[in-house]
């Protein structure tokens, strides 16, 4: 019950924290001498202490180690099976001369290993940790693949020394331009996607290369493809492409990735004879034109375009001999008789094994 100004007789107070020892916040020495005794821990012992500086094998299980340069390495000189495996760092080194380091999905921020393990490593695996700046890489002298995905880092630098790469992973950082990897001339494999890159450039010298991954960037236009004469795949889906441009001059292009781009019409494939995969899904393709001269092609990867015409599909298909796969859905050929899509597809093109996700032929 309440009294006329409201107050119904109950005595409340804000709650308030108590501190029972406030010279705690002044002395950051103060030990509560009632205080349960803690357990003290003592420094990272030495995993490697018992082992044989002439040691040939090494096995380190489930050991949860967060540091390289802790195990110190470089005393072991005949290092050559090596295998670390816990849930936040797995090492193989294998073979003097030839190892293999993975350790990826940790909180590494920078790069430092012991110059003799340097020297030894043909692959570095650094995928998903924290590094923002390419350093520490100037032994690494026989390094054939390097990859330091998910990580932080905006410039490509300090890696034209590494001569014998052959693959590198840049994918799901912050790099803007491409750049830096003029030098990396036996380059077979490169892989920027998911960054921040706009245009295709400085690429003119690695003319080994043999598949280009881009996807997932901000490019608006394929250029400065001509000099990659050895290209077989490239990838650059998920951009800003209107046109198919750039590639007359690939003879070996065999697989061609464009989903998720603008792209209205299929023209400026006249000169790829060699492709066998073609992925042109969710564009804005109304036409199947152009494409008299694919007589390779294996796979038409095509859903979610504007394609209406089963008539065109036999016309410009058909002829294909090679043809297994073709992709049509979420187009209006679908879209206007979903009951009898597959059957005019079949109908269409009957040597087809599959039709989207399903097979029709075995």
Known sequence: MKNKEGWDGKMRMEPKAVITNPEALEDSDYSDPDAPPVEEIEADEDLLAEEDVNAEDIDLVHCRISSISALKLERFPKLQVHTLNDPGIRMCLVAERNMRLC???NQISRINFPPNVAASLTELDLYDNLISHIKGLEEFH?????????NKIKHIKNVSHLKKLTEIFFVQNKISRIEGLEELTGIKNLELGANKIREIENLETLTALEELWLGKNKIVEMKNLDSLSNLRIISIQSNR?????????LPKLEELYLSHNAVTDLSGL???????VLDFSNNQVSHLEHLSSLKNLEELWGSNNQLASFEEVER???DKEKLQTVYFEGNPLQLNGPAVYRNKVRLA????QQIDATFVRV
């Open 103 to 105: 350790m990826r999905q």
């Open 142 to 150: 026989n390094l054939t693949s390097l990859d330091l995905s998910f």
């Open 241 to 249: 492409l209107t046109k198919i441009t750039g590639l007359s001059a």
């Open 270 to 276: 006249e000169s790829n004879e060699t492709l066998r």
């Open 316 to 318: 410009e298909l058909k």
């Open 349 to 352: 093109l009957p040597n087809i």
